[in-house]
């Protein structure tokens, strides 16, 4: 991040290029380049963002004057412009307030053809607004443009984003499909079946997709949306421990892996139900422990580790005692009371307006008061 004099160069300069950018839409709004200067004024606006030189009124009120004055003058201009504002919009969390401008954008120009990246930003938006057929075509939009223009990776960030739509609709064939364009090239280059040099130019853009890793821990997602536990919670397995560092989607398949094990507890007798109780807590709490830099896996870890303890401790509770067990009911029942208030009281004090902050204070509200030294 720039700060004093440098920020202010920065600042500078770019309002210089933003200046010249405008200029030449001004001064020649038929010119093909033309158009190519609102995808370097959407990076500068980006940045602009991110460095909190602007806010999202400053970036509404630079695209509605753009779209007044040159923009306005040329078709295929005007659309990539309303196309990189609600790119912005999204950028910005406000995925509603994205949908109307793509949708003004398809209106203006229904048969102006832009780039995959234009058609991407659209298609997430649909997707967070639950529109998901919509969302497909637009990523089959997006496939069939980046194919023509020989850009293999855009193609298959589309036929992912097809996957990642269909899945949300809960279409799990096509989202099975999907995913598995990606995993058997990669199946197949790790057991050896096939060589890189035998590999077309979309599985060679599939296997080094970024999206990848999200499309292995898809087909584990699948499993677990199907009820199909044993085969979910073998696929998450072999998937946190065929992959390294910490990132979100690891964060994922750890929690992924506590979903499956808790939904499976339920499928059993209480006597054996237990033991998945105690795994998906492990879960829980690694992903609570490990991932804690990113905010929402941390909340989200927290409140499911101090709920699925607060479940283990009512069944520790329930229990037959006998006197040679009864010392060691006591115990384990006092560490997983325990283990509520540490989860619940971290996520509450950490994140207080959590949507899961009022059920942890009930549930803490329902403990017996904590033992001296606990």
Known sequence: MLD?????????????????????MAQYPEAPSTVNAVSEILMILNLKLKSKVIDAAGVEAFFNALLAGPAGKNLALKVKALYAFGTLQYALGDPKRALPTFVRALQEGPNVEVDPADYDAYAKTLVE???FDPAIATYKKMAEVALKNGDYPAWSDAMFGIGDAAFRKKDFALARKQFEMFTKVAD????????????????????????LPEAQLGMADILLAEKKFDQAIAAY???????????????????GMGYALLARSATKAPADARADMEAAFGNFAQAAEFYSI???????????????????AAMVA??????????????????WQAE??????????????????????????????ARPGR
Do not use: H, M
């Open 4 to 24: 004093g004099e440098r920020a202010k160069k920065w600042d500078e300069y770019a309002a210089k290029a933003l200046a010249c950018y405008e200029q030449t």
């Open 129 to 131: 607004n639950a529109q």
């Open 237 to 255: 397995k072999a998937y946190i421990e065929s992959t390294r560092g910490i990132n979100k989607i690891r964060a994922r398949a750890v929690l």
């Open 340 to 369: 509520v208030r540490r989860n619940l009281e971290e996520l509450i004090k950490r994140y207080p307006n959590d949507p899961n902050a009022g059920t942890a204070k009930e549930i803490l509200g329902k403990l017996p008061p």
């Open 294 to 312: 990113f905010d929402d896996v941390a909340a989200e870890a927290l409140f499911r580790a101090g709920e699925t303890a607060n479940r283990v």
């Open 318 to 335: 329930q229990e037959p005692s006998t006197p040679e067990t009864s010392a060691a009911l006591q115990k384990a029942l006092l560490n």
């Open 188 to 211: 197949d280059l790790k057991t050896k079946k096939r060589q890189p040099e035998q590999l077309t130019l979309e599985e060679r853009a599939l296997v080094n997709c970024k999206r």
